[in-house]
């Protein structure tokens, strides 16, 4: 069975600092990754996605992450925080081999102080 | 239609009482999925739709829970004799074709609150 960790709740940074939030998954075979975004009162937004092409992978808004087979780890970066960035992020898991159903993680919020 | 359209986007019922849940996927959009969404945890997944058939219903909590797709486009999730531990928001999600690298267009929710 596949799984998510997404280590702590929330996250909060100045605006221009670097922005990590970390993901972790569990998987019998190589998993294709996704990161999603949640505004306030909005629904989810794919802001990028790994499916075992390049291992650093670039989205929108200025974000990117980075595949790493070793570590297991799928974190999400972004070099310069603004204060527009401010939402919960999801870390999603699916099995290349089984249907698209995708197993999420339990979120992270983030903040960014002015 | 240009997104995911989910009605009602707020929903307060009492307890035992059934409600309706209805998704409107992206035009062409073979698979739709249900999620559900609990207050400070991650996105449950339900059920999955390809075409107007369900092969993967394994996430549906209970008996009380079933959801139908008709003319590979609208969906509806019913829940029956609702319990207040199925307060939540319920997120529907639809996909082109269904293929575990495509990743889904989300719809805004419906919140569902039983009081």
């Known amino acids: 069975a596949q799984s998510v960790t997404q280590l702590g709740s929330h996250v909060s940074v100045s605006e221009g600092a670097l922005v990590l939030l970390r993901c972790n998954y569990s998987?019998?075979?190589?998993?294709?990754l996704f990161w999603y975004v949640q505004y306030p009162n909005q629904g989810l937004q794919l802001l990028l996605k790994?499916?075992?092409?390049?291992?650093l992978v670039k989205g929108i808004n200025g974000f990117e992450a980075e595949f790493k087979k070793s570590e297991t780890s799928f974190h999400l970066t972004k070099p310069s925080a603004h204060m527009s960035d401010a939402a919960e992020y999801f870390c999603?898991?699916?099995?290349?081999?089984?249907?698209?159903?995708?197993?999420f993680g339990k979120g992270i919020t983030l903040s960014v102080r002015p | 239609g240009a997104g995911v359209s989910q009605s009602p986007s707020n929903k307060v019922t009492e307890k035992g009482k059934d409600v309706e849940l209805r998704c409107d996927p992206i035009?062409?959009?073979?698979?739709l999925y249900w999620y559900r969404q609990r207050l400070g945890q991650g996105l449950e997944f339900l059920i999955y739709?390809?075409?107007?058939?369900?092969?993967?219903k394994s996430g549906l909590p209970s008996d009380r829970f079933s959801a139908e797709r008709t003319g590979e486009s609208v969906s509806t999730l019913t829940i029956q004799r609702t319990q207040q531990e199925d307060s939540a928001v319920y997120l529907c999600?639809?996909?082109?074709?269904?293929?575990?690298?495509?990743?889904?267009?989300f719809g805004s929710g419906t919140r569902l609150t039983v009081v």
């Open positions: 999600a639809s996909s082109l074709i269904v293929r575990a690298n495509y990743g889904y267009t």
């Open positions: 998987s019998s075979v190589p998993p294709y």
């Open positions: 790994y499916t075992s092409a390049a291992t």
């Open positions: 999603a898991v699916s099995d290349p081999g089984a249907n698209s159903k995708l197993t």
């Open positions: 035009s062409g959009h073979t698979a």
């Open positions: 739709f390809q075409g107007n058939s369900a092969p993967d």
